[in-house]
């Protein structure tokens, strides 16, 4: 029988396995990709801190028009992932910020004018310091853009595979980010669409993964799945803010 310590580490090598599976899917889809950067692009200003670049997937889109992005992850594989997907790029540093620490002196001493973090803060136990943390990094009257899952009743088998506490509602989303010090400008749902699989695969089929047939779908929809915005959507998978310190 393995020993707790042992059980904890074998959690985590399963959660990064989940992780980096879920990235490569990801990376594959440019299309939906683009599609998240485009909710918030236009809150950015021009040196931008990415909390949890993973590998890139939207790295790329922060690096337009000429932007200085700081693109950081925990994981050092990452990182050098970053290093070599954007190696000729003068613009882009890369570094760490875990969330789970103080946010880095050097951080701190050059803000930034925006922080972007998408589908990090679920991964952190305590939220409330972790936003304070991105917080510290801002100019004055700098802005975070923050994408977190929607909806804790989704909360399935993926959601545990890949090391989410939690996954917010508007108002829970809302009380933290005034409680960190910031003052909310949008909070909205995001990708309607997706509500109804989600459920299916994580809570019924209790998947523990992302069927390659729905993100590739996703990935082809996302002209028909952009009118939702006409509607103003009620639900969605995901939930993003724009946040201003």
């Known amino acids: 029988m393995s020993n707790p310590s042992e059980q904890a580490m074998n959690g985590a090598v399963e959660e990064r396995l989940a992780l980096t599976t879920t990235l490569n899917q990801l990376s594959e889809i440019n299309r939906y990709n683009r599609w998240i950067y485009d909710q918030f692009s236009a809150c950015l200003g021009p040196r931008i801190l990415e909390v949890g670049s993973g590998t890139g997937n939207i790295t790329q889109f922060l690096l337009a028009e000429n932007r200085t992005v700081v693109a950081t992850d925990v994981l050092p594989k990452y990182r050098q992932e970053l290093q070599a997907r954007f190696a000729e790029n ?90 960190a010090g910031f003052t909310v400008q949008s909070l909205q749902f995001f990708n309607i669409a997706a509500t109804l699989p989600w459920f299916i695969n994580g809570r ?31 639900f969605g998978i995901s939930l993003i803010a724009i946040a201003q310190k």
């Open 90 to 179: 003068p613009h882009l540093q890369i570094s760490a910020f875990d969330l789970d620490r103080p946010a880095p002196s050097e951080f701190l001493g050059h803000p930034f004018d925006s922080v972007v973090c998408l589908n990090v803060l679920e991964h952190i136990e305590n939220d409330l310091f972790a936003l304070q943390q991105m917080r510290s990094t801002l100019k004055a009257g700098g802005r975070l853009a923050l994408l977190v899952p929607a909806h804790q009743i989704l909360y399935g088998a993926f959601d545990e595979a890949v090391g989410h506490f939690r996954r917010y509602s508007k108002a829970a989303l809302r009380k933290r980010l005034i409680e």
């Open 204 to 234: 019924l089929l209790r998947r523990a993964y992302l069927p390659n047939e729905q993100v590739n779908l996703a990935n082809n929809l996302v002209p028909i799945l952009k009118l939702e915005k006409v509607i103003g959507p009620p």
